[in-house]
């Protein structure tokens, strides 16, 4: 069980360091940061890949286990597995929250891109130099939604 509670405490740090590193990434989106936040990305792929190891190396620990845990250990493996629970749910909160700064960030880029792309609908001169009469706005590109 030595090897079990050793992974259940790897695990539960690098859930606390994604954590982090997600609060991180919110404070970036919030302060429009985009440089520090493209840097912690590689950092959270590369604590997920580690996750997920130890993920797979507690499942196979799991199956060589007998039946027979100390109380000792099952109070601490519980600890462990309700800290990783609540770390997870955590990020999970963060990232959703991360997911609608993002989505704002987008629809107020595509605003502004219809903005900036709105066109004239004819061409308001003429090769004489008149105006034309008919001449009107539209928005073209992604939607209408200015």
Do not use: W
């Not at 597995?81 to 929250?97: G, P, R, S």
């Amino acid at each position: 069980m030595n090897k079990l509670v050793k992974i259940l405490r790897l695990q539960a740090e690098k859930y606390r360091q994604s954590k982090a590193h997600a609060e991180k990434q919110k404070q970036f989106l919030i302060n429009t940061d985009d440089e520090a936040f493209q840097q912690t990305i590689p950092i959270l792929e590369h604590l997920m890949n580690e996750l997920k190891l130890l993920e797979k190396d507690r499942k196979k620990e799991l199956q060589k286990q007998d039946n027979t845990v100390a109380d000792s250990d099952k109070a601490i493996i519980r600890l462990l597995t309700e800290e990783i629970q609540n770390m997870a749910a955590d990020i999970k909160k963060i990232n959703e929250c991360n997911l609608l700064l993002l989505k704002n960030k987008l629809e107020f880029i595509k605003f502004n891109i219809n903005v900036i792309t709105r066109a004239t609908a004819d061409v308001p001169y003429q090769a004489s130099g008149d105006i034309a009469g008919n001449a009107m706005n539209k928005i073209k590109m992604f939607d209408q939604s200015i």
